[in-house]
């Protein structure tokens, strides 16, 4: 019943080693299905050699385990979370890969140096603010979400297809779970270039304000150039 979205997440899961953007058993990938209400992710804590598209665990948008033997990812309250309140996507990837993390731990935003930067993100990578004590203590993957949502007001999702929480690591996201990681390998590429920037020029402006324009618009909505019509 759930073949496809147990497919599209497997992929994406067992895509972010092979990025290089996972160690050990960090990090989880989920795909919706919304007419269905549900979303399938990655099993908690199961190295990535041993996923198959069967041990995907299928969750509902309350929560709760509708197919699986298994337990989700200690991360699925923030999957769930984002996927209720970004209607428009189609999956969410969570890595923890170095260079990003690195900005996420220092709780900085990754400025918009360049054009690569800007053919992804309509403005910098935002980071979220710190998580409280309560927050912490309480049903904290759930209110990480929140902290994202918080960070989004007057955002568009699909502008700004991830985030950096603040002392943790990326979220991505996009229009399918593919499209997600490919934005959460862009993320760590991005990160890396602008550590190398902030090295070479310390005191580096954002990009011009025309040249993001350009770069991100040919991409996405209704005036995009680039590509092949879907």
């Given amino acids: 019943m759930y073949t496809e979205i147990r497919r599209e997440a497997y992929e994406a899961n067992i895509a972010l080693p092979r990025h290089g953007l996972i160690n050990l058993t960090f990090g989880n990938a989920s795909a919706v299905d919304r007419d269905k209400g549900v979303f399938a992710i990655k099993p908690s804590g199961v190295d990535y050699d041993e996923l198959s598209p069967e041990n995907m665990v299928i969750v509902d948008f309350d929560g709760e385990i509708v197919e699986g ?6 991360d699925t309250p923030t999957h769930r979370c984002l996927l209720m309140a ?7 990837v969570h890595t923890h890969s170095t260079k990003a993390t690195a900005f996420a731990q ?3 935003a990754i400025p918009n140096f360049g054009t690569t ?15 409280t004590p309560e927050e912490i ?20 999702p699909l502008d700004f297809p991830g985030v950096l929480v603040n002392r943790h690591a990326p979220f991505t ?7 997600a990681v490919e934005v959460a390998v862009a993320v ?4 890396e270039m602008a550590l190398m920037s902030i090295q070479i020029n310390p005191g580096l402006q954002a990009i011009e304000q025309e040249l993001l324009d350009k770069h991100f618009l040919r991409k996405h909505g209704a005036t995009a150039y680039y590509g092949q019509p879907e």
Wanted: glycine letters at 12%.
């Fill in 173 to 179: 996201w996009g229009k399918s779970v593919a499209k």
């Fill in 86 to 92: 970004f209607e428009g996507i189609g999956g969410v």
């Fill in 69 to 74: 033997n298994m337990r989700p990812s200690s």
């Fill in 117 to 131: 930067h800007a053919d992804y993100f309509y403005g910098e990578i935002p980071v979220t603010r710190k998580m």
């Fill in 106 to 108: 220092a709780g900085r």
């Fill in 137 to 156: 203590a309480s049903a904290y993957e759930w209110e990480t979400g929140n902290v994202i949502l918080e960070r989004f007001k007057g955002l568009n």
């Fill in 188 to 191: 760590e590429c991005i990160a």
